[in-house]
């Protein structure tokens, strides 16, 4: 099933959550890590901390596993919604909000 999700951004847990995308660790999780690391790079900032993303899911609560493997560490106030087809989600990139954050603090 497909959904459109929002969720508030964990600021301080920012640039673990980059690494974790990016080391391989969230990527090789099984079933969906690889979904999730895909959702990542799709994901828009909609208003000031918040993000919003489509993403496949099926497991009978939404998004249960990725929540509890991933999501609940970095983002809160995760709601999901159930829709048809791809949501035309529009903002800036999180992913290079993510990749521009760890730069500035480096």
């Given at each position: 099933?497909l959904y459109r999700?929002?969720?508030?951004?964990i600021?301080?847990?920012?640039?673990?959550?980059?690494?974790?995308?990016?080391?391989g660790?969230?990527?090789?999780?099984r079933?969906?890590?690889?979904e999730?690391?895909?959702?990542?790079?799709r994901?828009?900032?909609?208003?000031?901390?918040?993000?919003?993303?489509?993403?496949?899911?099926?497991?009978?609560?939404?998004?249960?596993h990725?929540?509890?493997?991933v999501?609940?560490?970095f983002?809160?106030?995760?709601?999901?919604?159930?829709?048809?087809?791809?949501?035309?989600?529009?903002g800036?990139?999180?992913?290079?909000?993510?990749?521009?954050?760890?730069?500035?603090?480096?």
């Amino acid at each position: 099933m497909l959904y459109r999700i929002r969720a508030k951004i964990i600021e301080e847990k920012s640039a673990e959550f980059l690494e974790k995308l990016m080391d391989g660790s969230i990527e090789q999780q099984r079933p969906d890590g690889q979904e999730i690391v895909a959702s990542m790079k799709r994901a828009k900032i909609t208003a000031p901390g918040l993000i919003e993303w489509s993403e496949t899911c099926y497991c009978p609560t939404p998004l249960a596993h990725e929540k509890e493997t991933v999501y609940d560490h970095f983002l809160s106030e995760i709601q999901t919604e159930a829709i048809s087809s791809e949501a035309d989600i529009r903002g800036e990139s999180f992913w290079n909000y993510l990749v521009g954050s760890r730069q500035q603090a480096g």
